[in-house]
């Protein structure tokens, strides 16, 4: 079960992903990391691992919610930037539009599976 984060600012899409994956805060990941700026594909991956979540090392390119693993992280193309975001058990958790039953607008869609 997952726990929606918002993110606290338009920069903090990763930290709010963490966060709720590892049932953390926005700022204990900030602090983690030591940036509270955008995050990197290492950054995410290192710190999924770090907390012991295992994280796929292949970006795979998905269209429909129908080919995703029951646990994965997002990195979308949305309107205004590159977005993460996460998607658990048919509910995305997006830390910017909320939680939806589908993709946010985005015309681009990558997702590494997780697994804790």
């Known amino acids: 079960m997952i726990e929606y984060i918002h ?3 338009d920069l ?3 930290q709010a992903v963490l966060a709720m994956v590892l049932v953390m805060t926005v700022d204990e990941i900030v602090a983690f990391l030591g940036n ?3 995050t990197t594909l290492k950054e995410m991956k290192d710190t999924f691992r770090h907390f012991g979540v295992s994280v796929s090392d292949k ?4 269209l429909k919610k ?3 693993p029951p646990l994965c992280m997002l990195s979308l193309e949305t309107p205004r930037c590159w ?5 658990c058990e048919g509910v995305f958790y997006d830390p910017e539009h909320g939680v939806m039953d589908d993709f946010p607008e985005s015309a681009r869609r ?3 599976e997780l697994a804790k």
């Open 110 to 112: 990558y997702y590494w």
């Open 12 to 14: 903090q899409c990763g």
């Open 59 to 62: 970006r795979i390119p998905v």
């Open 66 to 68: 129908e080919q995703l």
């Open 36 to 38: 509270e700026r955008e």
């Open 7 to 9: 993110e606290p600012t």
């Open 83 to 87: 977005h993460w975001s996460l998607y």
